[in-house]
């Protein structure tokens, strides 16, 4: 428990600017830019040929977390932040929630990346990972298992996968394809902007769960995770 308050106290320094806001000071736009960032990523993903496997885990997903931009600073302090979104798939008609705003943080995401960026999709493959994201805090690793997706294998879109694990990562930061190391990495829902977009009060159960009309202005993010 110590180790995930210094974690999240170092990444307070680092970031303040995604931390220390309050939820007055956010303009719709920035969560707007999130969730067009999002479609972005979601686009390049289904152009990489690299990636043409990946659409059998998100066919077969029951949620997936855009993460863009995902943060390591591992050469000064070893600390990582990202800002997604989570989108849940209704299981009888298919059709994509609205995203719901989570932040992820790590004492480690692994070396790869160095103190880069990356582009991050996790599929998210049963129900109970969802029910312990809703959650006030959710621990991969600990509360659901995870793995890097097998970008490159020999699985196609209308193949019958066995899914071993709860999670699944793919991440993609300038051309250069490889996992991430995420156990122990803690998601937390970014209420103040779930707020801020979606009016007060708005919790990600309500937004997951459709109980309200779906938002016009995620309705290209929500297009784009339908070709898959």
Sequence with gaps: MK????????LAVLFPAWTVVSGDALATSEQQRVVDRARL???????DENFRHMRAYVQNAYAVFIVPDMLQAGFIIGAEHGLG????????TGAWSDPAFYDIYGGSFGLQLGGQSADAIFTIMNLEAINKLLTSKFKLGADA???VGAVGASVGAGTTVQFGEDVYLFSRNKGLY???????????????????YYGAASTPKEI?????????QTADL?????RF
């Design 3 to 10: 180790q995930i308050h210094a974690t999240l106290l170092a």
């Design 85 to 92: 979104v989570l989108l849940v798939r209704n299981r009888q």
């Design 178 to 196: 490889g996992g991430l190391a995420l156990d122990g990495s803690i998601v937390l829902p970014r209420q103040e902007w779930n707020d801020a």
């Design 41 to 47: 990523v979601v686009e390049d993903f289904l152009d």
């Design 208 to 216: 997951l769960n459709g109980i309200k009309p779906p938002t016009p």
């Design 222 to 226: 929500r297009s784009a995770l339908d």
């Design 145 to 147: 298992s995870i793995a």
